[in-house]
Every structure is written in structure tokens, then in C-alpha cells.
């Protein structure tokens, strides 16, 4: 039997775009429905490589209404976000449904949304907000010979320690702050190749002795509106305290252009030279993760949300969050998701009866 539930707004994903989304709509009134895929509220930080820690400090690492804990000026660990996600969602006079995949959201005849499950549950609401960020959609370019190469073939999202890679030839492909960390890690461990199409640039961590996130709060470049001027986002730079720069100017890892083709044993350089390689590892980026949208209309054939600063603009009250870009260089992150939470829910409204008969 079929199970349906009513809402005033469903959100589709529990990690940190789908909590800010949650924590607004519950401030402005709205019964709200998280379903989230995992067992927790928590999105991707479980799966992130070991070793990472936040590129923020504390105090700009926040989801709107709560603090994070702990010393303000610390770089968080990966476990310390999972802790603080999973208090935020304790926290929220929101229905979770964990372990609750989504299959599809479909516009209905009255006014809103059905959002089925991989249960066959329904979920209706009005409104819906798309938030399940990229890390379901690792991006892994088309590189001449991958199928033919004999080594291991792998994204950044499945690495997590290098002691799995202990005196192998590792390649990482990638020129921003995933790739290079991954590198330097790795290259304690193993022979590591950096490969990258454009050269590694890199932003003082703490110019001046403040943070980065500092003068990008203050001079309000964090919270600027430049997404629309943006086409596609750009590799960011690497944040750097002088060890990222300092291991890639003394060969560990060593630098390359990026390689032309795989070969069974190899990867093949613009020189024609190759390099023996035990694993590929490539921090490409991600694509947006919306398979419950195909075929809607809201997105383009590419698979890209149809939207402007995070509306929709096929379906009125659906909404995207967690874009990279999507209104400010913050938007992805967990200092700025909350903005772009705040600015969504404030201006995402249900179609009209005018709008649901032009849509038919």
C-alpha cells in the first residue's frame, strides 16, 4: 500500500543545503519534510578522504541559527562537521526521513509537487527544494585509453587514506585545493605525479595575519551576487599557509601538464613521454546530483538545473540549493548556503492556478 504525505514543503536531501533550507522554512512557518537517502543527516562529510579539514575557520563555517562549537579560529576536522550536522538536525522542528531515497518529483494537477520514494511512498507539498549538492555525480573526464589502462582508475570521492597507496606510482589529476591536498598527502606515502591542464595558483591563507574568510567577509566578496556572471565555475585556488607551495616547488609531488592518453601500464605526457602508474586519481569536480528531475523539464539535457539564483524557471516553487555559484563564490559551502537558503524561501512560491494551466 501506498503511503502519502502532505506538506507545505518537501526538501530533497539532509546534508548541509538541505538543514538551511529546513531551518528557514520552519522559521517562516511551513510543516517541512527532509528526505534524505543515507541512515543520517548528515550528506556527504561521512564519505569525505580522512584527512580533510575545513578551508574556513569555525566562525565562518556555520549554518544560520547555530554556532559552530569549539575554538573560532580552528580549521575544523571532517568528523567535527559530521558532529555539528548531526546536533543541527537534532535540532530542527523538521520531519526527517532518513534512509528514504528519492525516485522522482513530478508536478501535479492541483498546486504543487509529488515527490515519490524508492518505497513508493508520495510526498506532496507545494513547494520542494532540490539539495542534493554533487557528490553523488563525480565528474571523470574523457581521457583517450582510460578502458584499456590496467591500473586503478578512481575520483577523489572514493580516495580516504594514502596508506592504501603505499609505494605505488599515483597520478592526481586536478589543480584545486582537493587535488593538491591529496597529492601532498599521498606523497608522503608514494611516487605521485600532479597532473593539471592549467598551472596550481594559490591565495595566502592569512594575509595580514587574518584569515582569508576575514577579508572576504568584510569586503563583502563572499556574500556578492556574481553568480549570474558566471558561466561555468572556475577551479578554485589553492588556500595555502606556504606547505602546499613549498611541497610542489621541492618535486614532492612532482608537476606535470596534464597527460594526453592512458596506456595499459601508463599515462602518456604532451611530450610523449609516459609514466608508469599504479592509480589515476582524478579531483575533476562534480556534477549536479538530480536524477529525480529528469525528464521534468527543469533541467537541460546536460543534466543543469533550469534556475536563476536558485528558482526554477520552468516550475514555480521548486527551488535548487547547494549549486556551485548559484548566487555567490560562497554558495556551496557551508558559510553561504544559508544566504542563498534564506534568499530562496523568502521568494519560493507555489504556481498559480494562471501558471499550472499554462504549464499543461
Excluded: C
Amino acid at each position: 500500500m501506498t503511503s502519502e504525505y502532505d506538506y507545505d514543503a518537501v526538501v530533497v536531501g539532509g546534508g548541509q543545503s538541505g538543514l538551511a533550507a529546513a531551518h528557514h522554512l520552519t522559521t517562516g512557518g511551513f510543516n517541512t519534510a527532509i528526505l534524505e537517502a543515507s541512515p543520517e543527516a548528515t550528506g556527504s562529510w561521512p564519505r569525505y578522504y580522512d584527512s580533510l579539514t575545513l578551508f574556513s575557520p569555525a566562525r565562518y563555517s556555520a549554518l544560520p541559527g547555530r554556532r559552530f562549537p569549539g575554538d573560532p579560529d580552528r580549521y575544523p576536522h571532517r568528523d567535527e562537521v559530521v558532529d555539528y550536522l548531526r546536533s543541527y538536525a537534532d535540532g530542527l522542528n523538521v520531519d526527517i526521513h532518513t534512509s528514504t531515497g528519492v525516485e522522482s518529483v513530478a508536478a501535479t494537477g492541483g498546486a504543487g509537487f509529488a515527490v515519490t520514494t524508492g518505497s513508493g511512498a508520495v510526498f506532496t507539498a507545494p513547494r520542494v527544494i532540490a539539495a542534493t549538492g554533487s557528490f553523488g555525480s563525480p565528474f571523470l573526464p574523457a581521457v583517450p585509453g582510460r578502458d584499456e589502462f590496467g591500473g586503478r582508475v578512481l575520483h577523489a570521492s572514493e580516495y580516504r587514506v594514502p596508506a592504501e597507496f603505499a609505494d605505488q606510482q599515483v597520478v592526481v589529476v586536478g589543480a584545486g585545493n582537493s587535488a593538491v591536498q591529496i597529492a601532498v598527502e599521498l606523497a608522503g606515502h608514494a611516487q605521485v605525479v600532479l597532473a593539471s591542464r592549467a598551472p596550481v595558483k594559490f591565495v595566502p591563507q592569512r594575509p595580514l595575519g587574518r584569515d582569508v574568510h576575514f577579508w572576504f567577509t568584510l569586503t563583502g566578496f563572499d556574500a556578492a551576487p556574481l553568480g549570474r556572471l558566471v558561466e561555468q565555475a572556475p577551479t578554485q585556488p589553492v588556500l595555502d599557509e606556504g606547505r602546499y607551495r613549498a611541497a610542489l616547488a621541492g618535486g614532492r609531488p612532482e608537476q606535470r601538464e596534464m597527460f594526453t592518453r592512458f596506456t595499459p601500464e601508463a599515462v602518456v605526457w604532451p611530450d610523449s613521454s609516459r609514466t608508469s602508474a599504479d592509480a589515476v586519481i582524478f579531483a575533476t569536480g562534480y556534477r549536479p546530483h538530480l536524477p529525480y528531475l529528469a525528464g521534468t523539464g527543469a533541467l537541460t539535457d546536460s543534466g543543469v538545473p533550469r534556475q536563476r539564483r536558485g528558482l526554477s524557471i520552468t516550475h514555480p516553487g521548486l527551488g535548487f540549493l547547494g549549486l556551485e555559484w548559484q548566487r555567490t563564490p560562497s554558495s556551496n559551502s557551508l558559510r553561504g548556503v544559508g544566504r542563498d537558503a534564506a534568499y530562496l524561501v523568502r521568494r519560493l512560491r507555489p504556481a498559480t492556478a494562471q501558471q499550472r494551466e499554462h504549464a499543461r
